[in-house]
């Protein structure tokens, strides 16, 4: 099997190798950017990862794992211009370095690109395989939906909000562990058990990211932090807040979010001042290790040789221990 470093060096070589043409060049260069601009990998990882916990033969988990990534990347390209951000991965968005029509075209070609990259999957099961793409990229889009939703309302629930990231976020993480296993040829219940700890690894990541946006650190988190507060976003961390804290807290911490009246960093610091007094951050790192938890458990019952999931423990910490 091969390690975390060299399967990463082998996917970054491969998604320089990817093929796109380079005219007009309004519309691929900016996939080229928002490809090389880095990002951690995780989702091909884990395609590939998969794969080899049952195969050694990877070629068709490397498409697989590229056409992940590609959609991946679509999707932020997309959310982007949806929420105005003008950094990612401590660079300008591309609808801020060429514009949001751009953006939105470049973005249509890479979601064709993917499934150029998908098809190229030379595996008895393809049915299965594309039905798996397809369906997260569907879920994808749901939970894309349901945090607009969010946006415009003052009730969403903690488990609404669960639902949204299992889909939103999870799904791509989960749906990249069964490709991996699918294109391998694993047995379907392996399949699916992957799935579920990809949910469960996938929702510790996105409530992670919740965290770090209020309590990381710029320079290596990639972004600004406090970030979901200027915005408003409907975040674990926020949710958490108004479920725990005191009617008196309650109203301080809506009229703060809706007040024209403070600079963005006044309203970050005071609500971070709430949720420090709530404990925010403690009962946030506790449903992290929950849902950690809960991965870790799956994966240990996988009826497969247990050298054969040190990668993946190896992986899934990897998602989690960070400062990004």
Not at 40 to 56: C, G, Q, T
Not at 199 to 222: E, H, K, P, R, S
Not at 274 to 301: G, P, R
Request: hydrophobic letters at 40%; one cysteine or more.
């Amino acid at each position: 099997m091969h390690t975390i470093e060299q399967l990463t060096l082998l996917l970054e070589q491969r998604i320089k190798e990817t093929g796109l043409p380079k005219e007009p060049t309004n519309l691929y260069a900016p996939i080229e950017y928002t490809l090389e601009s880095g990002g951690k990998r995780i989702r091909p990882l884990m395609v590939v990862v998969a794969s080899e916990m049952y195969s050694d033969n990877i070629d068709s988990a490397i498409y697989a794992a590229l056409a992940v990534e590609v959609f991946h990347n679509f999707t932020l390209l997309h959310d982007d211009i949806m929420d105005n951000a003008e950094v990612r991965r401590a660079r300008a968005t591309v609808h801020k370095k060429w514009s949001a029509n751009i953006a939105i075209l470049s973005g249509d070609a890479t979601v064709i690109h993917s499934y150029n990259l998908i098809a190229k999957c030379c595996v008895e099961n393809f049915y299965d395989v594309i039905n798996t793409f397809n369906t997260l990229a569907t879920l994808v889009c749901e939970g894309q939906q349901y945090d607009m939703d969010f946006e415009s309302r003052d009730d969403v629930t903690i488990d609404e909000y669960i639902n949204m990231i299992s889909l939103k976020t999870s799904a791509l993480v989960a749906g990249s562990l069964k490709l991996g296993a699918q294109v391998a040829g694993a047995p379907k219940e392996d399949c699916d058990a992957l799935y579920e700890f990809g949910v469960n690894l996938g929702n510790a990541f996105q409530i992670q990211d919740d965290l770090l946006d209020t309590y990381g650190n710029a320079a290596t988190f990639g972004k600004r932090i406090g970030g979901d507060i200027t915005e408003g976003k409907k975040t674990f961390l926020l949710l958490t807040a108004l479920d725990k804290c005191s009617p008196k807290q309650k109203i301080e911490l809506q009229e703060i979010l809706a007040s024209a009246t403070f600079s963005e960093q006044e309203r970050i610091d005071k609500v971070t001042a709430i949720y420090n007094d709530l404990s925010i951050k403690s009962f946030t790192e506790k449903k992290i290790d929950e849902y950690f938890t809960k991965a870790s458990d799956i994966l240990a019952k996988l009826n497969i040789d247990s050298a054969k999931k040190e990668v993946m423990y190896k992986l899934a910490d990897l998602l989690i221990n960070r400062n990004k």
